[in-house]
């Protein structure tokens, strides 16, 4: 999470650079850098306001049609539809109307309205129930189609199809590849795969 962090710059590296397509982004203004990237975080940061303007967040007025495409994607639609209002249903302060999978997925949801091509995913399962899990996880696969996509995660099953992974102990990149790679590697990596997916195999 400390990485993601520089990636927006919320804090910059003392010593180092990084950059994107060859350009350092302390180059960048900031407002444009945090345009090019989506953030789904393990709590989403939702307003006491409708289910469309916490989508749509920073645009005074959204467009319904791609709102509602954007809740179809990240497999919330049909929870909306079932909400009183629907889409103009308010949520309460911090979504508290709203269970933690629904929550989630109005922030996929939102991340699918941005339409960033680079994609930040702090721990975004790491605190729903394997039913919300499951749902989520459909609309993340959706959300990192055709987009450069950062993942956090302790729950491997979020990132077994990466293209690369790397796996930090300590602070420090102790081992990176595949999931097929680091399987045949027998490391740490291994043996988090084991501990998480050895019920699943009895």
Same mark, same amino acid.
């Given at each position: 999470s400390t990485l993601a962090d520089l990636l927006p710059r919320f804090f910059d590296p003392y010593k180092g650079r990084i950059s994107f397509d060859n350009q350092d982004i302390k180059n960048l203004k900031v407002t444009d850098l945090r345009g090019l990237i989506g953030l789904v975080a393990q709590e989403g940061i939702l307003f006491n306001d409708t289910v469309a303007r916490n989508i749509a967040y920073g645009i005074e007025e959204p467009d319904i049609d791609r709102v509602i495409a954007a809740a179809k994607t990240a497999n919330a639609h049909d929870f909306i539809s079932a909400l009183?209002?629907?889409?103009?249903?308010?949520?309460?302060?911090?979504?508290?109307?709203?269970?933690?999978?629904?929550?989630?997925?109005?922030?996929?949801?939102?991340?699918?309205?941005?339409?960033?091509?680079?994609?930040?995913?702090?721990?975004?399962?790491?605190?729903?129930?394997?039913?919300? $899990?499951?749902?989520?996880? &459909?609309? %993340?696969? /959706?959300?990192?189609?055709?987009?450069?996509? @950062?993942?956090?995660?302790?729950?491997?099953?979020?990132?077994?199809?990466?293209?690369?992974?790397?796996?930090?102990?300590?602070?420090?990149?102790? $081992?990176?590849?595949?999931? &097929?790679? %680091?399987? /045949?590697?027998?490391?740490?990596?291994?043996? @988090?795969?084991?501990?998480?997916?050895?019920?699943?195999?009895?």
């Amino acid at each position: 999470s400390t990485l993601a962090d520089l990636l927006p710059r919320f804090f910059d590296p003392y010593k180092g650079r990084i950059s994107f397509d060859n350009q350092d982004i302390k180059n960048l203004k900031v407002t444009d850098l945090r345009g090019l990237i989506g953030l789904v975080a393990q709590e989403g940061i939702l307003f006491n306001d409708t289910v469309a303007r916490n989508i749509a967040y920073g645009i005074e007025e959204p467009d319904i049609d791609r709102v509602i495409a954007a809740a179809k994607t990240a497999n919330a639609h049909d929870f909306i539809s079932a909400l009183p209002e629907g889409y103009k249903t308010l949520i309460g302060e911090r979504g508290t109307k709203l269970s933690g999978g629904q929550r989630q997925r109005l922030a996929i949801a939102r991340a699918v309205y941005r339409d960033a091509p680079v994609l930040i995913l702090d721990e975004a399962t790491s605190a729903l129930d394997s039913g919300s $899990e499951r749902l989520v996880q &459909q609309a %993340l696969d /959706q959300l990192t189609k055709g987009r450069t996509s @950062l993942v956090i995660a302790h729950r491997l099953s979020t990132i077994l199809n990466a293209d690369r992974i790397y796996v930090v102990d300590q602070g420090r990149i102790v $081992e990176q590849g595949t999931h &097929q790679e %680091l399987l /045949q590697h027998k490391g740490v990596y291994k043996q @988090l795969f084991d501990l998480q997916f050895e019920a699943n195999r009895i």
